[in-house]
């Protein structure tokens, strides 16, 4: 098994991968102790080979592996790839490109909703992984061979997924079901949120403007603190803290410390001061600037019939196209499509209008109904 430490061996390597099509890629981390995930491991796969990158060996510049990365000639195939690209994001300021990412391709090839890579293995090439180095400690050096093995297990049979997938996708011509999916993927603000919208994480019941003004600017200095502190969130401080200030906002340092969710000597430390001015600002802002938290319109009276109904439908026009109901639409758009002959979801446009969102209108006006034959669901025309 390979295992890339020095310069020379990772530009070498990363020339081979570029004479490709397409390689898969995969990393391990962990994040436990800090704000941005520590890349420990790197593997990449190829129709010829698999390796490992080990980012912590002494010395090693991951500059090549970053312009592998973004080679547009070569696709990047990753499975659940989210957290791995946020890793390469946040390390070489891009998002990888050209990407695909198989288990949103298995959501339109039938395989349901947030598919496992073990399962894929299992179900497309009848094969069985070894996972026992699951919750492994990456960052320990060195590395055996059975975590190694399990490592590059995760590049080398998603070439065979890959192409299965597309193929399937190619043949169904369905491959541009995705391109919404991968375009989120592909966008850096999808992994660049800034400090200012960090308030919109938090679980806040209360939806007062003044409320939320003093919530943003002290979720965007818990932002700040941990990025710049390398922590997490809530090691600088929990989420129940912030909205308890935010709703009692101390009107000087001292009141601060005399708060529950707040530990001793923290408000005359250096964080609590930053953190003090920052609920002044939240407290001064012109109520013009205050953040709103726009309530959605209540829905009429009645329609939980009729959403029972247009969730039978939707189970039944997956079931029969082979594709994921998350990827057309959850509970909250079913409610939109009850309530509202234009409501404005993603179920109702493209391909998703094609699959459910027109019989959904259909079933709604009266046209048609939804009877029981046995153990299966038919639609009948009224």
């Given amino acids: 098994m390979t295992v890339i430490t020095t310069n020379d061996a990772l530009i070498a390597a990363c020339n081979r991968f570029a004479e490709f099509d397409f390689i898969t890629v995969d990393t391990e981390f962990i994040r436990e102790s800090t704000f941005w995930p520590q890349l420990c491991l790197f593997q990449i796969g190829s129709a010829d080979e698999a390796l490992a990158v080990d980012p912590l060996a002494d010395g090693i510049d991951l500059q090549p592996l970053f312009d592998l990365m973004a080679n547009e000639s070569v696709l ?61 400690d990456w960052a320990r050096r060195p590395l055996t061979d059975r975590q190694l093995s399990y490592a590059l297990d995760d590049v080398i049979y998603l070439q065979d997924i890959y192409l299965k997938l597309h193929e399937q996708m190619e043949k169904s011509g369905r491959a541009h079901w995705l391109d919404e999916e991968m375009e989120t993927l592909a966008s850096p603000s999808t992994y660049d949120t800034p400090p200012e919208m960090a308030w919109k994480r938090l679980k806040a019941r209360n939806n007062n403007p003044r409320f939320l003004g003093i919530l943003q600017e002290i979720a965007a200095w818990r932002e700040t603190e941990a990025r710049t502190r390398d922590m997490p969130r809530n090691r600088v401080m929990r989420d129940e803290a912030l909205l308890e200030i935010a709703a009692h906002p101390p009107k000087k ?61 939707l189970k039944m026009k997956c079931e029969e196209n082979d594709v994921a109901q998350k990827l057309i639409g959850n509970v909250a758009d079913l409610e939109k499509v009850a309530a509202y002959d234009n409501a404005d979801v993603a179920a109702m446009k493209g391909w998703r209008k094609e699959v459910f969102g027109n019989d959904a209108m259909r079933l709604k006006k009266g046209e048609i109904a939804l009877a029981a034959n046995g153990n299966k669901i038919n639609l009948v025309e009224l």
Avoid: W
């Avoid at 050209?98 to 949103?104: A, E, H, K, V």
């Avoid at 009141?255 to 969710?261: E, P, T």
């Fill in 253 to 313: 340092p001292d009141d601060l410390g005399r708060m529950r969710s707040v530990s001793q000597g923290f408000a005359s430390s250096r964080a609590g001061k930053l953190l003090f001015e920052a609920v002044t600002r939240g407290v001064k802002l012109p109520d013009d600037v205050l953040p709103q938290v726009n309530k959605p319109k209540p829905l009429p009276r009645g329609i939980g019939p009729l959403v029972d109904l247009l969730k039978v439908l």
């Fill in 76 to 136: 990047k195939v990753f499975h659940a790839g989210r957290q791995d690209i946020e890793i390469l994001y946040n390390l070489a300021g891009a998002v990888p490109h050209p990407i695909f990412d198989t288990q949103l391709a298995a959501m339109v090839c039938g395989f349901g909703d947030s598919v496992g890579y073990e399962t894929l293995v299992s179900k497309l090439l009848r094969q069985n992984l070894d996972k026992a180095s699951r919750f492994t």
